[in-house]
């Protein structure tokens, strides 16, 4: 089974960009559809994005179109979240999630439909 890691978290000003990796290991990397999920003080884990296995399909929540990009390079066995025109509503700790499938185009916005999980990584949007 897989192990996810982020890394990438941290202080930010409004209107700043972060990138967020997710580094997995134990697991074929490329057997995963994979996403990023967010959780606030107080508020439920919510979907972010998220990528299909190989072709590269992705999806976000309306609130980061435009604004965040998930992307996966499978050589390094890495996804990456690059969150631009961040907003003080963004400061939540982010997870990483992958759900092993042998779709290689589906990609997955439900939080229980994963069964892989990072620790999260904290970013936090100053005014």
């Avoid at 072709?55 to 631009?84: C, E, H, P, W």
């Avoid at 999630?97 to 990584?121: I, L, M, N, P, V």
Wanted: proline share 2%; charged share 15%.
């Amino acid at each position: 089974q897989v192990q996810l890691v982020e890394s990438g978290g941290g202080l930010v000003q409004a209107g700043g960009s972060l990138r967020l990796s997710c580094a997995a290991s134990g697991g074929t990397f490329t057997a995963y559809a994979m996403g990023w999920f967010r959780q606030a003080p107080g508020k439920e884990r919510e979907f972010v994005a998220a990528i299909s296995r190989t072709t590269g399909n992705t999806v976000y929540a309306d609130s980061m179109k435009g604004r965040f990009t998930i992307s996966r390079d499978n050589a390094k066995n890495t996804v990456y979240l690059q969150m631009n025109s961040l907003k003080p509503e963004d400061t939540a700790v982010y997870y990483c999630s992958g759900e092993r499938t042998y779709c290689t185009s589906c990609y997955f916005s439900k939080a229980d439909t994963f069964h892989y999980w990072g620790q999260g990584t904290q970013v936090t949007v100053s005014s």
